[in-house]
């Protein structure tokens, strides 16, 4: 990730609607927008849900609601042989490229045979205790979103990723991962490998509850880098979240909005994703080295809109200033108005037409 800079997530999620080709093709979307990343979702929907398990509300809507979650998500499975293609194109683009694991196999495939040097895990997989160790023992680095949850069950995933990276010989369970979050080992390696993404997990979520000050929280209850996964509209928030400091912004985009779908909806077209990230590049910016000085832009300024001492009137040698004959005018560059006082009652070294600067 690039130090310094926020780094933006392009989520294409399942918008592909599993078919490969949509798949390439929101990898060129996310490299022409300007995205640091693409990213997409690794699953089987056997391995992901049960043939009974309900859709989420804002899926029936998006979705045909008889169809089951599992249906669903069987349609929009990634093969591993796209998934190397995805890759491929990423790297091609100039852009990392990026997937959720939702189970164990999905862990070992990024990390192992793909060679990702870094695994997301999504919120609905904060309290997945298992997919969080393998995870960590894979080595590799792990963006955690944190959606739906407490601090508390922040804290107990954080237990078991420093459990993970830390690899003590101590059998796994909860007093162990409550250990391993509180040794210098386990901080560490938390500290190094791990982005907390602040999310409210709805598709979309209301802008009253992104409750970004959440941020801050985060990263003082566990001093880790924080971002933000955004599932609001349009871009005004993730901006706002550059603006407060996320180290990182991910937000769903999709090549057309009003493709069936269940993420479609609450994604930002190519055209918007582009404006996000300019609009992130310049809050950054706009965050500058803090301190406060003129900026070089402004030097040109200060004389025309900055005052001098003048003379209200025609003064004569020795005749003595007072608030009559003594005011300030632009421009500046001659003697700052601040010294008024001192002026007052003092003799005029010499003559003075109206409206020329005071000089000794």
Request: with cysteine; aromatic share 6%; net charge neutral.
């Amino acid at each position: 990730m690039n130090s310094g800079q926020v780094f933006v997530i392009a989520e294409a999620g399942v918008n592909h609607n599993g078919d490969p080709a949509t798949a390439l093709k929101l990898v060129d979307a996310a490299a022409d927008a300007g995205a640091d990343a693409v990213k997409f979702q690794t699953f089987t929907a056997a391995s992901l849900a049960t043939r009974a398990a309900p859709k989420a509300g804002y899926q029936k809507t998006t979705t045909d609601a008889a169809e089951s979650q599992y249906h669903m998500l069987r349609r929009l499975e990634l093969s591993r042989e796209t998934h190397r293609a995805l890759k491929a194109r990423a790297a091609e683009r100039g852009v990392a490229f990026l997937s959720s694991a939702f189970d164990v196999d999905a862990v070992r495939f990024l990390a192992g045979e793909l060679g990702l040097d870094t695994v997301k895990i999504g919120s609905g997989e904060i309290t997945n205790g298992p997919l969080l160790l393998a995870a960590a023992e894979s080595g590799a680095r792990v963006i955690l979103s944190t959606g739906m949850s407490s601090l508390d069950e922040v804290a107990d995933a954080l237990g078991v990723l420093a459990y993970g990276y830390a690899n003590p010989k101590s059998k796994p369970g909860a007093a162990t991962f409550r250990r391993a979050l509180k040794s210098p080992r386990g901080r560490a390696a938390l500290r190094d490998r791990v982005i907390l993404l602040h999310c409210t997990s709805q598709y979309p979520a209301p802008v009253v509850e992104a409750n970004l000050r959440a941020m801050d929280t985060l990263a003082e209850m566990f001093g880790l880098p924080v971002g933000l996964s955004d599932h609001t509209e349009g871009i005004a928030v993730a901006i706002a979240a550059a603006a407060l400091g996320a180290v990182a912004i991910e937000k769903h985009f999709t090549l057309d909005r009003t493709q069936a779908g269940p993420d479609h909806r609450a994604s930002l077209e190519p055209a918007e994703l582009a404006a996000m990230v300019r609009g992130i590049r310049e809050a950054e910016a706009a965050l500058g080295p803090g301190g406060k000085a003129p900026m070089p832009s402004e030097l040109p300024t200060r004389d025309v809109a900055r005052k001098s001492l003048v003379a209200a009137r025609a003064v004569r040698k020795g005749e003595r200033f007072d608030e009559t004959n003594l005011t300030a005018k632009r421009p500046g560059g001659g003697i700052s108005p601040m010294r008024y006082w001192d002026w007052l009652g003092a003799e005029a070294p010499r003559d003075f037409a109206a409206d020329e600067m005071i000089a000794p």
